[in-house]
């Protein structure tokens, strides 16, 4: 069981805006950052947020993060097909000093 | 460009040692940054199984810490990992990744492609 917890899927229509929740706690997500991945079928995950908010160079700016608290979330605004991937994110946990914990996935379908 | 590369046996016998390599092109792993291990078992979610840092500083997942064994060999520009008394829970695909510069919190780019392995007699 995922120490962040995040809804297993989500939905919707191409052009549609897609939210996605991670839940945590004081120790992780309330101490530090969150960094969210997009994995492709088949593929190695890949950065797509990182210090809860920022883009690395190529990450379309559909995508965006925010966190409040002990929360977070993955925003996907005009969904496209090639969204279609499953998304983690993911937080420190200063708890036993680590470990860096992932959320449990939430595969997103583009209807 | 930063590229990474995992190798290894694909298949571990259990109660074995599990030994991958991740091969770094692009960046001398010796200058600066800390290296990761993340496996994921088929059909399942992400788990960090800990990191190196380049002055050779390791973090380890507590649940896996009495069997894993993390180094660099700057020489040859690779991390290593070593996972002893393998399991058939063991299974999965293991990637090699380069934190942020903000070190292991920070988060991880890029990641090697993975390579399955799987344990089993």
């Known amino acids: 069981q995922s120490v962040l917890t995040q809804p297993p899927s989500a939905s919707g229509t191409p052009g549609q805006r897609v939210t996605i929740s991670c839940s945590g706690s004081?120790?992780?997500?309330?101490?530090?950052?969150v960094s969210w991945y997009q994995q492709l079928p088949g593929t190695a995950p890949k950065l797509l947020i990182y210090?809860?908010?920022q883009r690395p160079s190529g990450v379309p700016d559909r995508f965006s993060g925010s966190k409040s608290g002990t929360s977070a979330s993955l925003a996907i605004s005009g969904l496209q097909s090639e969204d279609e991937a499953d998304y983690y994110c993911?937080?420190?946990?200063?708890?036993?000093?680590?470990?860096?914990?992932f959320g449990s996935g939430t595969k997103v379908t583009v209807l | 460009q930063v590229q990474l590369q995992e190798s290894g046996p694909g298949l571990v016998k259990p109660s074995e040692t599990l030994s991958l390599t991740c091969a770094v092109s692009g960046y001398s792993i010796s200058i600066g940054y800390s290296w990761g291990w993340i496996r994921q078992p088929p059909g399942k979610g992400l788990e960090w199984i800990g990191s190196i840092y380049h002055t050779g500083s390791t973090y380890y997942n507590p649940p896996l810490k009495s069997r894993v064994t993390i180094s660099v060999d700057t020489s040859k520009n690779q991390f290593s990992l070593r996972l002893s008394s393998v399991t058939a829970a063991d299974t999965a695909v293991y990637y090699c990744a380069r934190h942020l510069q903000g070190g292991v919190a920070a988060g991880a780019s890029p990641w090697g492609q993975g390579t399955l392995v799987t344990v089993s007699s």
């Open positions: 004081s120790s992780n997500i309330g101490s530090n950052t």
């Open positions: 210090s809860n908010n």
């Open positions: 993911a937080a420190w946990d200063v708890s036993l000093n680590g470990p860096y914990v």
